[in-house]
Structure formats: C-alpha cells, structure tokens
C-alpha cells in the first residue's frame, strides 16, 4: 500500500515537472517568436537604406526610390511599399510603381529540397511615354547592362521561382496625352520559372496572363516557356483578343502616313520562339467599322520612299527564310472603308472603297505553304460595285500574282477630285466602270487596264460659270470629246490599256509593284485619249 503512494506521488511530480517544462519551452518559444517579430522592426530601415542605395549603384540611366521596408525574421519574408523606378532623362512619370511587392522563401520547393524566392507584385503601375522610349532607343548602353538583374537581386538574394502579379496596369502614352493605351487589371502568374521541375522538358515553365485593352477589350495568353534560355528566353504560347478599339492606335499610325478611325479588332493565334524556332501564326483575325487611309503629301513623300525600301527589303529578307514562319488562316475585314488621301496642291484628291468586305486565306512567307487567295467587295467611291480576287504566291525568284479588279457604275460626280487633278475638268453626271486583269510571274508583268465612261456631261453653265472662259471653253472640249468617242451602241467612252514588261528592280516586292500600278497605271489610264485629244485641242 506504502509502495502504491509513493509510485502515485513520484509519478505526480513528474506530470507537473513535464507540464512546468512544456510551459517553460513554450514561454521561451513564444519569447523568442516575439523577440524575433520585434527585432525585425529595427532591421527595417538599414535595409531599406542599404537596399535602396545597393540597386542605385547597379542601374544605369534611372533612379530607384524605397520609401518604406519591412523584413520578417518569421518566414524571412520581405515586403516593399511604395517602391518607384524612375528614368533619369525623363523622370516623370514614374517609369514604374510598386505599391506592395512581397518577397518570400518559396516553400513548396523547400519539400524538394531547393531553396528559391516566390515574388508577389500588388497592383504595380507602369508607365512608358514616347520620350522615354525614344532617349531609351538613342542609348549606347545595351539593356543587358543596365543592372536591372542585378538590381532584382538586389531585393532578394533568393533566385526567383514563381511569379505573381495582380490587377497590374500598363500605360503608353504616344504623341496625344488625351489618348493613352492602356492596359488595366492585368494578371500574370509564371511557376517553374528556375526550371527547377521537369527540367528536360523544351519549355518547363507554365505561365498565364489576361487583361483588359483599351477599356472595352480583352487579351490572354496561356503557354510554356524557358526563361533560362540562352541566349534569349524561349517561348510557346496561345493567345486571343477580342473588342480591341482600333482607333487608339491612331497616333502610332500617323507616323507612317496612315490615318485610322474607328473599328474593332478580334484575333486569335499562337507563338513559339526560340533559337531554333520563330514562328507566328495568327488562325484568325477580324477587324469590323474600320476607317483607314494612306495620306500622301509632299512633306513625307521622301520618308514615304524610305519606307517602302524598307519594307521592300524586309519582305524579301523574311520571304521563304528558314527557321520563321509567319502565317495567317484567315483575315476578315466586315464594313470598313479602305482609302487614299493626295494633299500634294493642285492634285488633291481622296479615293475610297466604302463598305469593304475582305477576306484573305492561307497568307505566309513561304513558298511550301502554298497560295493565298483574296476576295473583295465594296462600292469604289461609295457607288461603284467593287468586285476583286486575287491570287499570290510567297516569293522566291520574285513577285507571283494574278489579279482580277471590275468596278461598274461609279457615280462620276464622287470622282471631281481625281478628275480635276488628272485632267483638269470636272463633270455634273455620268458613270464610270473598271475591269482590269494583271498577272506578275518570273520578274514580268502582263495584262490590261480597260476603264468606261457612259453619259459623261462635263460642261454645265450653271456649275461652270465661275470659273473662267478659257477654261469653260476646254470643258466643253473636253465634252465634245467625250461625245466624238462615245460608243454609239452602248453610250460609253472606253479604252484598253495594255500593260507588259519586266520588273525593273530586283528587289521590289509584290506590295510595292501593286501599288506603283495603281498609282501610275489606274490613274493615268483613266482618261488617256482625253489627254491627247485635249492636248491638240489646246493648241492655237
């Protein structure tokens, strides 16, 4: 019984000394969790001193500003409040803005192993105007040393491994501030990124990425990459878009003669690049309402010929170049209106294709693709019925096309501009038509240009009599001559001009031979007999 007590009081006294113990370790715990918790508020503005003042010295060409830092000893996380990146050459505004990016251990990997960083970026801000872009562009420092690495690692000594980037927003402010592009809660999420798991893989890291465009549009992409691919990171990836407001892009077109309004742009596709590979491959695209014209002037005409050399070179450079592919299965234009404007004084002029509906299938650049076919139909000057096909073929030894156009029964008074421009003289009723066949192959161009004219009446008293007699009187030239060839039969003044002959210039494009025709041939085969009858008509 005696034995019995003391085993009951020896083993009660070591419950409490184990409970005293376990009160103890817990205390002691709970005294070093906040021991660590408040140490960690009297590491934060060293470290943010040092930090700031460490990413400073690595950029090149812009200044770094941390208000505020926070370092946890508990998990060893690091959160960064207010952090703003500025460029020097422009500092406002602020290139970028972080209102709260956190850095962490990544733990899941912790599990593996390896020990990598986790990044979360709370509603960051970026903005990017055309100065900044164009002193970024005038730099002789290349990108790859300007310290922005070095300057990320900076922040965390951990190598990053997984990305999170929440409600960010873009901003791109062009020539008019009244009209910036902007991209608002945009999400981004990259894992894998150190290709830490399935590192055999081509592209071991997943990422996805949506936003919304311009206010009322959307964009996503969804996809696979290498961000450790050398000597550039590798990508493949899907994407779409949808509502995209065409005329946003307004200012952008403008520096390259073209004039853009309204419209909606819907596109899907998908990318891959890679030192192997470079391929873009838009399946759909489709632009509704759009308005757009090119705009020649005398002003631009020596950047306009820059241009087009450019472009010729680049086509031919891209054209059948292995390693690149860039496709389109299919471009839609729905109720656009397709134009050019001429402001040169005294030849002032605005042609147009008004309700265009195009459709172009199985563009690419090279030749084992196979052909690409275009349809068109629209009302040319808003009245005449507009039919066009078109065959093509990537080149190899140069330009392969074959081109079908017919217009029929243009109101000829829409026309007064062109007219006055090309033959001096306007009309007050009449119609005018179009056919012409072109077919380029082998550096040879072969075909004709046939326009009509029917009930052409150029001279009016009424509309006329404020001009001067002389030129009266070569309206009316120009009226009877119009009558001297009318065919008898059908009423209409017709001619054929038959076009053939090789391409001049190796190194012209297929873009760059259509529109030479339809600059040089079109216009000036509108009235072609008229010139020369006038011209001996004038003559005293």
């Known amino acids: 019984m005696e034995e019995q007590k003391e085993d009951k009081s020896h083993h009660f006294a070591k419950k409490v000394l184990g409970s005293k113990i376990v009160r103890w370790g817990t205390g002691v715990f709970a005294a070093l969790l906040l021991l660590l918790f408040v140490g960690s508020f009297f590491l934060d503005e060293p470290l943010r001193t040092m930090m700031e003042k460490n990413m400073n010295s690595h950029l090149r060409g812009y200044s770094v500003r941390l208000p505020e830092l926070h370092f946890q000893l508990i998990g060893l996380s690091l959160t960064l409040k207010g952090l703003t990146i500025s460029q020097q050459a422009h500092p406002e505004p602020p290139v970028a803005n972080f209102p709260l990016l956190k850095a962490s251990i990544h733990w899941r990997e912790i599990l593996t192993g390896r020990l990598v960083a986790e990044f979360r970026l709370e509603e960051p801000k970026i903005n990017i105007n055309l100065l900044q872009l164009r002193s970024e562009a005038a730099s002789n420092v290349p990108l790859k040393e300007r310290g922005w690495q070095q300057a990320i690692q900076d922040i965390y000594p951990l190598k990053i491994n997984n990305v999170v980037i929440h409600n960010a927003s873009i901003t791109y402010v062009d020539l008019d501030p009244k009209r910036p592009l902007i991209l608002s809660h945009l999400n981004l999420q990259a894992d894998n990124i150190r290709n830490l798991r399935l590192p ?186 507009t039919t066009a096909t078109a065959r093509f073929r990537p080149e190899i030894k140069g ?32 119609v005018f038509s179009f056919v012409s066949e072109l077919h380029i192959k082998n550096d040879v161009i072969t075909g004709y240009i046939k326009p009509f004219f029917k009930d052409m009446k150029v001279y009016d008293r009424r509309q006329d009599k404020g001009k001067g007699v002389f030129h009266q009187f070569y309206e009316m030239l120009v009226g009877g001559v119009s009558t001297l060839l ?32 339809v600059k040089n041939a079109f216009f000036k085969a509108i009235l072609p007999r008229f010139e020369k009858e006038v011209r001996g008509a004038k003559k005293p």
């Open 486 to 517: 009318e065919n008898r039969t059908r009423g209409e003044v017709a001619t054929k001009a038959d076009i053939s002959g090789s391409v001049v210039n190796p190194q012209t494009n297929t873009w760059q031979i259509i529109a030479e025709l």
């Open 399 to 430: 330009p392969d096309i074959d081109l079908y156009v017919k217009i029929e029964d243009t109101q000829l008074k829409t026309m007064n501009d062109l007219l006055r421009a090309y033959g001096d003289f306007d009309v007050t009723g009449g």
């Open 200 to 385: 055999d893989k081509i592209y071991p890291s997943s990422f996805h990425l949506d936003t919304h465009i311009f206010g009322t549009g959307h964009g996503s992409v969804d996809g696979k990459a290498n961000f450790l691919a050398e000597p550039v990171p590798s990508i493949k990836a899907g994407f779409t878009l949808d509502k995209i407001p065409i005329a946003y892009f307004k200012p952008m077109a403008a520096r390259s003669s073209f004039s853009i309004n309204d419209g909606i742009l819907g596109a899907s596709g998908n990318v891959e690049y890679s030192p192997e590979i470079k391929k873009a491959h838009l399946t759909e695209l489709a632009i509704q309402g759009m308005k757009i014209d090119y705009i020649h002037s005398p002003r631009t005409a020596g950047a306009e010929k820059k241009r087009v050399a450019i472009a010729g070179k680049m086509a031919k450079k891209l054209s059948n170049k292995p390693g690149m592919l860039l496709s389109i299965d299919q471009l839609n234009l729905t109720r656009c209106m397709i134009g050019m404007v001429n402001k040169t004084p005294g030849e002032s002029y605005h042609i147009f294709i008004a309700d265009t509906d195009l459709q172009l299938k199985n563009l690419s650049n090279h030749f084992s693709q196979g052909p690409a076919d275009v349809k068109l139909s629209g009302k040319f000057m808003g009245s005449g019925l």
